[in-house]
């Protein structure tokens, strides 16, 4: 059973230019957007692209708000402030459920004081699944669960094992490791100390020293949130080791504190620590479970990669930084993985194991959905081709508008 993925489309911006003509919103309108028409394919194909959100304005654009009027419209990233002069991109993916053909609709809100909101049509048609093709459930997870940050690490903040072993000898270089005492305790970089990130700033003898922050490497997300801290408080030079001590370990980088090899360790990473790391934005490369068909609907900001090109990068004639600096590792249960392992022996990434593998990963979502769901407020739910409430309508104080379907994937919710 297969979910067909189709390429990447273009609307609006997918190449260095903005051209007019290209689909997209613009703020102030020039004039009311027109349907976009995503073509034909069939239920359980999925279809990805982006928006372009253009600020002809002289002062920064504020993007408050996306909402989809279904489900099968997923908002993936959108941007949050759009500077003047600037375009901001919103990606998205549109998931082919049943057959039928309609309209689906993104609701662009801002805080352009004339047009606050926007709205822009697709048109889809979608034709009857094909035999033996999975339909994802989009009932069971919701589309939230996929949202990305537009959050994008500062590569100047980010240094490779090898850019740190060059700075290693440097008396002025200090190694601080954010893992909580216990993780430190079993094993650290050669040298480093224990300072978690929320009491780095406590340690006024670190402000004239260049810090090189590190964790285990699966969110650097969070070590770079408190670089910029540290920077405000006017600390020095701070880096962030990209990949972390499993990056490190696996570069040959000096170790202490191990009770075994430390190059040898089976690294995995929870569906938890997982998931708000792919949301906040932290890079990620895919290997494994390339046959089955929840990975790349349950795991779209994990690109995936065959771990074949993952060691071409990795081969001495390439680039050392065209590895990605995260690998997630990925089996239906989380068994199994080691000669994608093997084969990325040489690249300088860090490679973490998905612990309870795609059944965990989506069991997590499902609860996650369920427990968000059940603590909500009242929801009125309507049909998104329903009419509005008529004037004087009672409606609860408390209770939203939430689409249960379109005319192409009726009562997804």
């Not at 499993?246 to 430390?262: I, K, M, V």
């Not at 990963?361 to 499902?366: G, H, I, K, P, S």
Request: hydrophobic share 45%; charged share 25%; proline share 7%.
């Amino acid at each position: 059973m297969t979910i067909r993925m189709l390429a990447l489309f273009s609307l609006g911006l997918l190449g260095a230019g903005v051209r007019a003509a290209e689909p997209g919103l613009a703020w102030p309108p020039a004039a009311a957007a027109a349907a976009t028409d995503l073509g034909a394919l069939r239920a359980g194909e999925i279809r990805r692209g982006e928006l372009s959100v253009l600020n002809r304005r002289v002062e920064a654009l504020t993007v408050l708000d996306v909402r989809s009027s279904c489900d099968c419209l997923q908002v993936l990233e959108r941007p949050e402030l759009v500077p003047a002069g600037g375009v901001g991109r919103v990606a998205f993916r549109y998931v082919g459920v049943q057959a039928g053909a309609g309209e689906v609709q993104l609701t662009v809100r801002t805080d352009d004081p004339v047009a606050p909101e926007q709205v822009w049509r697709l048109r889809v048609k979608t034709a009857p699944a094909t035999a033996g093709t999975q339909v994802p459930d989009l009932a069971a997870i919701a589309p939230e669960n996929f949202v990305r940050s537009a959050w994008r690490p500062d590569p100047a903040a980010l240094l490779a094992p090898a850019a740190v072993r060059a700075i290693a000898a440097r008396t002025d270089v200090v190694f601080v490791d954010a893992r909580e005492a216990d993780d430190f305790l079993r094993g650290r970089l050669a040298g480093a100390i224990n300072a978690p990130v929320r009491s780095i700033r406590t340690k006024p003898y670190l402000r004239a020293q260049t810090l090189v922050l590190t964790d285990d490497g699966a969110d650097s997300a969070r070590l770079l949130a408190a670089r910029e801290e540290l920077r405000r408080e006017n600390f020095g030079e701070v880096f962030v080791l990209d990949g972390g001590l499993n990056a490190w370990l696996r570069t040959g980088g000096a170790s202490e504190g191990f009770a075994d090899d430390p190059s040898a360790r089976r690294w995995t990473i929870t569906p938890a620590a997982l998931h708000a790391s792919l949301t906040a934005g932290v890079p990620w490369a895919r290997v494994g479970a390339e046959t089955d068909p929840r990975a790349e609907y349950l795991l779209p900001h994990a690109a995936g990669w065959t771990d074949g090109a993952l060691r071409r990068v990795a081969d001495a004639a390439a680039k050392p930084d065209a590895a990605p600096a995260r690998v997630l590792v990925v089996s239906r249960d989380g068994s199994g993985g080691d000669v994608a392992v093997e084969r990325l022996r040489d690249a300088p990434s860090a490679v973490f194991h998905l612990e309870g593998g795609l059944d965990a990963y989506e069991a997590f979502l499902r609860r996650r959905t369920a427990e968000r769901r059940a603590s909500a407020p009242t929801v009125l739910t309507v049909r998104s081709d329903a009419p509005a409430p008529l004037p004087g309508m009672a409606v609860p104080r408390a209770a939203t508008l939430r689409p249960t379907g379109c005319a192409t994937c009726p009562g997804a919710r």
